[in-house]
Each structure stands twice: as C-alpha cells, then as structure tokens.
C-alpha cells in the first residue's frame, strides 16, 4: 500500500525536501526518503549554514583543506561533494522518471542576487564544477535574475528560480522561461533534456499579512475570515497563472510540441510558522498536477502521519480573488507585501552566507589549534 507522499505523486505532485547535510547522506537518511517517495532536494544559504556549523560531520574535510584557502573557497570545498553525492543519490530517480524528477539544486552566492552577468558567470562556472545533469541552479527572480534566468535557460542550464512571492515576478518568471527554451531550441539544443522550476515561497506571505491583520484587528477592524488565507491564495493565483502559460494552445505550444518541459511551480517555504495553523496546510491547500512541493523533514514526516492527499488546487480561484479584494479593501496590497517579502529574503539568504563564512573560518581556526 502506498504511503501519503505516494500519493501525491500519483496524483502528479512531487515531493522534495528542503534540506541537505553531510550526515543525512552517510548516515542513509537521504537514502531512507527516496525509498519513501522523496524525488529531489533542495538547499540554500541559510541550511547549509545550519549543517555545516553544527556538529563534526564536516570537521574532516575542514581539516584537510589547504590553510590559504578562502573562506569562499572553503565553503564551496565542503558543499560541493555534498551536492553531487546528493546528485548521485538521486541519479535513478532522474533516469527513472526521464528527467522529470531526481534533481538537487544549489544557489548562486546570494550577494549576486543584483548583478545579472556575475549571477550567469557564477551559475556557469557551478554547473561545470558539478558536472551533474540533474542538478539545478537557483537563481532569485529578481528584476536582474531575470534575464540571467533566461541567459542561462538558453544555454541549457537547468535553474530553480527562487524567491518568488507575487504574480508580477512570477509572471516574468515564466516569460524568462519561454525566451530561454525557445533560443535554446533555435540554436539546435535537446529541450527535452532542460528542466526548470519557479519557487514560490509560501508561508511567509501569511507571516506577514497576518501581522498586519493583527494590527487591524487591535484597532477593531473586522479580520476574523481572513488570517491564514492569503499564501495559499497568492500561490493558487499563481497556479492558474501557471495554467494560462503551460496549457494546450498557449505561448508554450511550440517548444510543447518539440518535446520540451513545462516550468513547474514549487512551492516553497511550506513549513507553518504560525502554532495555530494545522501544520500540513501548505500542503493540503496546494497539492494539484504538474506540481512540486519542497519539504523540510519535520514536514514530510507530518504529512506522511496525517496529511491529506487529496486535489486542492482545482478551482478556488474565486475565492482567492476575494481574499485578494477583501486584504485590499482594509488597505493590505499584496504586491507591497510581496515586494516586502523579496527584499527580506535576498537578505536572510546573504546574512545567512555570510554568517556561515564566519563560522567556517571560526571552526577552521579552533580546528588548526587543536
């Protein structure tokens, strides 16, 4: 009998988890979630940081490494090797699934999140230095990731586009994706083998509504229907926005035809920050078709528990509208919430690469001394 996350593949979401470490590949970990239906991985700054700095995991190649090398240089020495074993791990399910599935994604420093020809020679330089045909690179969707999204899409570069919270940016988002199979497809590459993904993170956009909400609220506003709604009725906004681009007779119809892959949306930061709310809502509230799902393990050990997996993202559109309407009527506009969102994520990602230098350093130093 199929287990929840089974299902929800058979029902044409995927699932992926959002954390890597050294340890949960040796210790079989990651092994053990593939067997559960886990079928990619995603990271970032803020969970390498996490992984390398707590813990010996990573003492051993810390202390082989050269004493003149870089603190950037000494990350990308530990992080590496962790991505293309990932990479390796999940190599049957990439081949099992044509592609479809089985990647592993890195980002570009964070720092480049403004600076669109240092994002493409970054991106460049890690997928040769990977040299994995299932890894992704990610990319933020900010207004100079795009082109670099495109750019890099064109030279047949796999990319998890990253920090996406309003439709505008995902709009463009899409469109950078369409350019870029397209040219890619002119100059004569196999778009059946490129693969992308669009990030749109979650949790956070309730994070900040319902903090808004909760001031209205003090000053005696009517708000009761409304904390809780407004990520899953961005993200279901998105999905349909998804729908127009990717479905039969749309932009996408030619590149379709020669074979290539739609842009899927991956929902992301889907861990609920808020103790009140259930904590498979964005879940349960976002699971529908040509979909992927990035889970942290705390997560995916909960759905599998007592999720629901059951379509939830056909339809609902109206309704999403009206929560759209009824936040903009008490003077909430969604576009300065995600607008907000976006900044504070290029900075979590970059404080936290940052930090994870320091500590790297930190650590190098305490080893060197015992």
């Not at 460049?124 to 990319?139: A, H, Q, S, T, Y």
């Not at 064109?154 to 040219?183: C, R, W």
Request: charged content about 25%; overall charge negative; hydrophobic content about 40%.
């Amino acid at each position: 009998m199929s287990n929840r996350i089974q299902q929800l593949y058979e029902l044409g979401q995927s699932v992926w988890c959002d954390h890597l470490s050294r340890g949960m590949i040796v210790s079989g970990e990651l092994d053990r979630l593939i067997g559960l239906g886990v079928v990619g991985i995603t990271s970032n700054p803020t969970i390498f940081m996490k992984s390398v700095t707590s813990g010996h995991d990573y003492d051993d190649r810390l202390t082989a490494l050269p004493d003149d090398l870089r603190d950037i240089e000494a990350y990308e020495a530990l992080v590496l090797p962790d991505i293309r074993d990932a990479a390796d791990h999940l190599r049957p399910v990439y081949d099992r699934t044509d592609g479809v599935d089985g990647y592993v994604s890195l980002e570009v420093n964070p720092h480049l999140a403004h600076d669109p020809r240092g994002t493409v020679e970054e991106a460049r330089r890690l997928w040769g230095e990977v040299d994995r045909p299932n890894l992704m690179i990610k990319v933020p969707a900010t207004p100079a990731g795009i082109p670099a999204i495109e750019t890099l899409l064109s030279e047949g570069i796999n990319v998890n586009v990253t920090l996406i919270f309003g439709l505008a940016a995902y709009e463009q988002v899409m469109k950078a994706y369409v350019a870029g199979v397209d040219h890619f497809r002119s100059r004569g590459g196999d778009v059946r083998r490129l693969a992308s993904v669009a990030s749109f993170f979650v949790s956070r956009v309730d994070s900040l509504v319902d903090k808004r909400l909760e001031a209205l609220g003090a000053e005696g506003r009517p708000i009761d229907a409304l904390p809780g709604k407004a990520a899953i009725a961005n993200a279901r906004l998105a999905y349909a926005a998804f729908e127009r681009t990717f479905g039969s007779g749309g932009v996408f119809s030619a590149s379709l035809s020669a074979g290539a892959r739609v842009q899927r949306p991956l929902w992301a930061s889907t861990s609920t920050k808020n103790p009140r709310y259930p904590d498979t809502i964005y879940v349960d509230g976002l699971i529908g078709p040509q979909t992927v799902n990035t889970l942290p393990p705390a997560t995916i050990e909960a759905f599998l528990d007592h999720g629901r997996p059951a379509v939830t993202l056909a339809g609902g559109q109206e309704d999403a509208r009206r929560v759209m309407s009824s936040l903009s009527g008490l003077g909430i506009r969604i576009e300065h919430v995600t607008d907000q969102l976006l900044a504070e994520g290029v900075k979590l990602f970059s404080d936290s690469f940052d930090e994870l230098l320091r500590n790297i350093a930190q650590r190098r130093r305490s080893l060197a001394r015992a």
